[in-house]
């Protein structure tokens, strides 16, 4: 009987382990996800901007992180575009900058975790490249 009662409680402790294992899975694949779609989304505007360069080069794609589009023509559509897709992701907001011919995309959201809402992580992705 004592023989049949440890394992029990051995194979219970093992099945918890498998649980918690399958949940940090599903939390780190959210994650993952997340990340691939920032990295998508600073993709997206860097070939709106290398499709529009003539209008990039003059700055017209220069938005700070949580500042209103404040420009003209198909740069201010592709921002407003831009900035819309970024609300799939939680609390996605993002900004582009300049520095000569050197442009900097960033991409900032919030990572909560599944089984704790108030532990919430910001996460940034950046993307420098040349115009």
């Given amino acids: 009987?004592?023989?049949?009662?440890?394992?029990?409680?051995?194979?219970?402790?093992g099945l918890?382990?498998?649980a918690g294992l399958q949940l940090t899975?599903?939390?780190?694949?959210?994650?993952?996800?997340?990340?691939?779609?920032a990295t998508l989304?600073?993709?997206?505007?860097?070939?709106?901007m290398r499709a529009n360069r003539s209008q990039a080069m003059v700055g017209r794609y220069d938005i700070a992180i949580g500042a209103g589009v404040n420009s003209v023509?198909?740069?201010q559509d592709d921002l407003t575009e831009w900035r819309a897709s970024l609300a799939q992701l939680p609390?996605?907001?993002?900004?582009?900058?300049?520095?000569?011919?050197?442009?900097?995309?960033?991409?900032?959201w919030t990572d909560a975790s599944d089984d704790?809402?108030?532990d919430v992580?910001?996460?940034?992705f950046q993307l420098q490249t040349e115009l």
């Fill in 1 to 13: 009987m004592v023989e049949v009662l440890v394992t029990v409680v051995l194979v219970s402790v």
């Fill in 16 to 18: 918890l382990g498998i």
């Fill in 25 to 37: 899975s599903v939390q780190n694949t959210n994650s993952a996800a997340q990340r691939f779609e």
């Fill in 41 to 48: 989304l600073a993709e997206d505007i860097l070939e709106r």
């Fill in 73 to 75: 023509g198909i740069a």
């Fill in 91 to 108: 609390g996605g907001d993002g900004g582009v900058g300049f520095d000569g011919n050197e442009v900097t995309i960033t991409v900032q």
């Fill in 116 to 118: 704790n809402p108030e």
């Fill in 121 to 124: 992580t910001a996460m940034q």
